[in-house]
Nanobody
């Protein structure tokens, strides 16, 4: 069982930056891929980015490319999401999720482990 805890959310102005963190309860390196999803009010939860267990591979949803960067520090059992050039439409609850094996999945059911989420609000 893997427990995940997100942190780092908050209120930021348009164009600002935030760095989200996802702390895992156990060592996840080389075994668990981790992804970030987000859910805006009244919308479905959507994929943001994912990273492989080693941290050597990652990919992003098209709308986040060039603005968001996913990374991980396996020595700290942590995954990060650096968000730059934030827009009001990025306002959402951001969740990290984990799965054993491949990182190349964007569907929620592929990830059995989830955190509780952290709120990100971007003001215009």
């Amino acid at each position: 069982q893997v427990q995940l805890v997100e942190s780092g959310g908050g209120l930021v102005q348009t164009g600002g930056s935030l760095r989200l963190s996802c702390a895992a309860s156990k060592r996840t390196s080389s075994t668990y891929a981790v992804a970030w999803f987000r859910q805006a009010p009244g919308k479905e939860r959507e994929f943001v980015a994912a990273i492989s267990g080693s941290g050597g591979n990652s990919f992003y949803a098209n709308s986040m490319k060039g603005r968001f960067t996913i990374s991980r520090d396996n020595a700290k059992n942590a995954v990060y999401l650096q968000m730059n050039s934030l827009r009001p439409e990025d306002t959402a609850v951001y969740y990290c999720a984990a799965r054993r094996g491949s990182f190349s999945y964007t569907d929620r059911p592929e990830y059995p482990y989830w955190g509780q989420g952290t709120q990100v609000t971007v003001s215009s």
